[in-house]
């Protein structure tokens, strides 16, 4: 069955840099869109960030635009999301997803199980 792996979580002061990874498995990832989204306590999960299969097409949430950039690796079936200029409200469970390209989490077939990303300021 499809897994999503999600890893690079941790604890970050403000102004600080994290790299997330999802790894997949069971599916075939670079015919694949993928996506980051996340979700804070009490509020609705959100998008992040998306990128096709082929790594062409990308879009960012206005609110992480110049500091958040997705990439990922098809030979390695590795998607990656570089977290820079992070800041307090950038903290929450973030979750790689796959399905079709866009930034509504509702149309994504499938989900990891998230990792922590806490920024303190």
């Known amino acids: 069955q499809v897994q999503l792996v999600e890893f690079g979580g941790g604890l970050v002061q403000a102004g600080g840099s994290l790299r997330l990874s999802c790894v997949a498995s069971?599916?075939?990832?670079?015919?694949?869109?993928m996506g980051w989204f996340r979700q804070a306590p009490g509020k609705e999960r959100e998008f992040v960030a998306a990128i096709t299969w082929s790594g062409v097409t990308k879009s960012v949430a206005d609110s992480v635009k110049g500091r958040f950039t997705i990439s990922r690796d098809n030979a390695k079936n590795t998607l990656h999301l570089q977290m820079n200029s992070l800041k307090p409200e950038d903290s929450a469970v973030y979750y790689c997803?796959?399905?079709?390209?866009?930034?509504?989490?509702?149309?994504?077939?499938?989900w990891g199980q998230g990792t922590q990303v806490t920024v303190s300021s």
């Open positions: 069971g599916m075939t990832f670079s015919s694949s869109s």
């Open positions: 997803a796959a399905g079709p390209y866009g930034s509504n989490w509702k149309t994504y077939n499938y």
